[in-house]
């Protein structure tokens, strides 16, 4: 079983940053696939980013690219989501993931094993 905590989340205006961290705990995460998914009230669930193991290959939803960075920190069974120049449509409860038993389409929720109990986003405008 593998658990994910994400901090980080909390209300800015618009254009500022924040900084969403995923520990994982109960097993290591260094070798799976990663990313964070998120939620608004009255909305579908949607891809937000991704990561490879080992950090060489990252992939964003087009509505985020150029803004928000994904990262890890293997040593830390850690995974991180810069967020910069945000904007109010990406106010919603982010969710990170794990692609632990199965390995899959980095963009499809439905490969993901473990899911983060999310943390809320708030950008005012």
């Known amino acids: 079983q593998v658990q994910l905590v994400e901090s980080g989340g909390g209300l800015v205006q618009a254009g500022g940053s924040l900084r969403l961290s995923c520990a994982a705990s109960?097993?290591?995460?260094?070798?799976?696939?990663m990313g964070w998914f998120r939620q608004a009230p009255g909305k579908e669930r949607e891809f937000v980013a991704a990561?490879?193991?080992?950090?060489?290959?990252?992939y964003y939803a087009d509505s985020v690219k150029g803004r928000f960075t994904i990262s890890r920190d293997n040593a830390k069974n850690t995974v991180y989501l810069q967020m910069n120049r945000l904007k109010p449509e990406d106010t919603a409860v982010y969710y990170c993931?794990?692609?632990?038993?199965?390995?899959?389409?980095?963009?499809?929720?439905?490969?993901?094993?473990?899911w983060g109990q999310g943390t809320q986003v708030t950008v005012s405008s």
């Open positions: 993931a794990v692609q632990y038993h199965r390995s899959g389409s980095y963009y499809s929720d439905q490969w993901y094993d473990y």
């Open positions: 109960g097993r290591t995460v260094s070798s799976k696939a």
């Open positions: 990561i490879n193991w080992s950090g060489g290959h990252t």
